[in-house]
C-alpha cells in the first residue's frame, strides 16, 4: 500500500502509473490455490446501467467471471445479466449476504454514490478486493468514513475506484510528458464536461423508491453533477496539477432542469498553490451533436490537451502530435485492477479518490454559498 497521504501532504500524482505499466499474468493457480481454470470470483452490488457496463467488462476478462448479483429491485436483474452476458448468477438483494460470500474475490460497489461510504466499509471489512465506482462520498462526514476504512484495510486486498483516467495509455503519456517538462513549466490549466443530460427521470407510485431509484436527481443523493460526474475532471487536475486547490469560486443554476433538485450548468474557478487560477465548466442542458469533454494544460513551450478521446499536444505552429484511445479506457482500469489482483501487487487508492471527490465537494460549497470556499474552512478534513 502507498504510504498514507492528507491535505497535508499533497499527492505526487504517480500513484497507479506504476501498476498499469505492465500486465503481467501469472497462472491462477499460483496466487489463489486454485485449479488452474479457476478465475477471479466477481460480485457485483448495483445492477444498474454503470455497474452492469463495468461487469460485463469483467466478464469478457478470461481471467475473472460474474457468480454474483445485488440490488435493492430485482427487477434489475434480467436486464444486467443480458448486459454482462451472464446467466445463472446468484442474486441478493442484501448486500452484506453477497460480502459474506467466502467464494467472492472481488466486488464491484456501483450502486448511487451516497450508498459509496458505508458499502465500501462494508466490504474492507468482509476482506474483499474492492473497486468502488467514484465518487467516495456525497458529503465530508462520508468522505471521512472512507478515509477511516481504506486506513484499516487489509494490505493484501487492492481497493480501486473509478477513476478510469488515471489507467488510460493516453493519460499517462500526457502526465509523463509534462512531469518530463516537455511543454515547460505548467502556468495554466481548465477543464469542461459540456454535454448533453445523460438522466431520464422515471416516474414510481411510492415517493420513497421514486427518490431512490432516480436518485441523481437530488443532491443528496448523487452530489449534484460536479460531484457524481465532473469529479473525473477534477481528479485528473489533482493528478496532473500535484496538488489539491486552496480555495474556489463559482456560481451555478438551473436553465433546462428545472424539475430535478441538482444543478444544470456551473462554472468555478479554483485556485491552487503558487496562484495558479483553474477554471472548471461543466453542463447538462447541451443539445445532442456538441460535446466537450477533457482538460487543457498550457505550459510556457506548448500545449496538451487530454479526454477520453484521444492526447494532444501542441509543441508549435504546424507541430501536433495526435494520440487517439483504442478504446473505452474503463477498460485499462479494470483490467488493472484484475491484474494486480492474481500479481498480488495490491493497491490502495481511497485517500487519493476521496481527495479528488474532496475537490468537488469544495466546488459545490462555493455554487450553494455564493462566496470563497476554502479547503481549511469548509472541508477541514480530519486527518
Known amino acids: 500500500m502507498k504510504p498514507e497521504t492528507t491535505r497535508r501532504n499533497f499527492l505526487s500524482g504517480a500513484t497507479g502509473a506504476a501498476a498499469v505499466s505492465a500486465f503481467t499474468i501469472v497462472a491462477p493457480q499460483l496466487v489463489r490455490g486454485a485449479q488452474a481454470n479457476s478465475q477471479i470470483a466477481v460480485g457485483l452490488i448495483g445492477c444498474g446501467n454503470r455497474g452492469s457496463y463495468d461487469a ?26 443480458t448486459v454482462i452476458k451472464s446467466r445463472n448468477t446468484r442474486k441478493y438483494t442484501d448486500f452484506e449476504k453477497l460480502l459474506a460470500a467466502p467464494d467472492i474475490d472481488a466486488v464491484f460497489i456501483t450502486t448511487p454514490p451516497f450508498e459509496h461510504p458505508r458499502m465500501l466499509e462494508a466490504a474492507i471489512q468482509a476482506r474483499k478486493n474492492i473497486y468502488c465506482e467514484k465518487p467516495i462520498g456525497v458529503d465530508v462526514p462520508g468522505v471521512e468514513r472512507a478515509i477511516a476504512a481504506g486506513r484499516k484495510a487489509d494490505k493484501s486486498k487492492d481497493i480501486a475506484v473509478g477513476f478510469q483516467q488515471r489507467y488510460g495509455p493516453e493519460y499517462l503519456e500526457a502526465y509523463k510528458r509534462i512531469q518530463e517538462g516537455q511543454i515547460g513549466e505548467v502556468v495554466n490549466a481548465r477543464a469542461f464536461w459540456i454535454a448533453n443530460d445523460p438522466f431520464q427521470r422515471k416516474p414510481y407510485s411510492d415517493p420513497a423508491v421514486e427518490k431512490l431509484r432516480n ?17 473525473h475532471n477534477l481528479d485528473v487536475l489533482h493528478w496532473f496539477l500535484n496538488g489539491l486547490p486552496v480555495s474556489a469560486v463559482g456560481r451555478g443554476n438551473k436553465k433546462v432542469r428545472k424539475n430535478f433538485d441538482i444543478l444544470d450548468n456551473l462554472t468555478v474557478i479554483y485556485r491552487f498553490p503558487n496562484d495558479m487560477f483553474v477554471n472548471f465548466e461543466a453542463n447538462q442542458l447541451t443539445p445532442r451533436g456538441f460535446r466537450k469533454v477533457g ?15 484521444r492526447m494532444t499536444h501542441y509543441k508549435g505552429p504546424g507541430q501536433v502530435d495526435d494520440m487517439p484511445t483504442k478504446h473505452d479506457i474503463t477498460i485499462d482500469s479494470i483490467s488493472a485492477f484484475l491484474t494486480r489482483i492474481l500479481n498480488r501487487t495490491p493497491d490502495n487508492v481511497v485517500e487519493r479518490s476521496a481527495l479528488s471527490t474532496c475537490i468537488a465537494l469544495l466546488g459545490r460549497t462555493a455554487i450553494y454559498t455564493s462566496r470563497e470556499a476554502t479547503w481549511k474552512g469548509d472541508i477541514g478534513i480530519n486527518s
Open 215 to 231: 436518485w441523481f436527481c437530488y443532491h443528496e443523493l448523487s452530489g449534484d453533477i460536479i460531484t457524481e460526474q465532473d469529479c
Open 56 to 81: 460485463s467488462i469483467v466478464q469478457a476478462d478470461p481471467r475473472a467471471r460474474v457468480m454474483a448479483l445485488c440490488d435493492k429491485f430485482p427487477d434489475q436483474f434480467d436486464h444486467s445479466e
Open 295 to 309: 482538460e487543457e494544460f498550457t505550459g510556457t513551450k506548448g500545449t496538451i490537451a487530454t479526454s477520453r478521446e
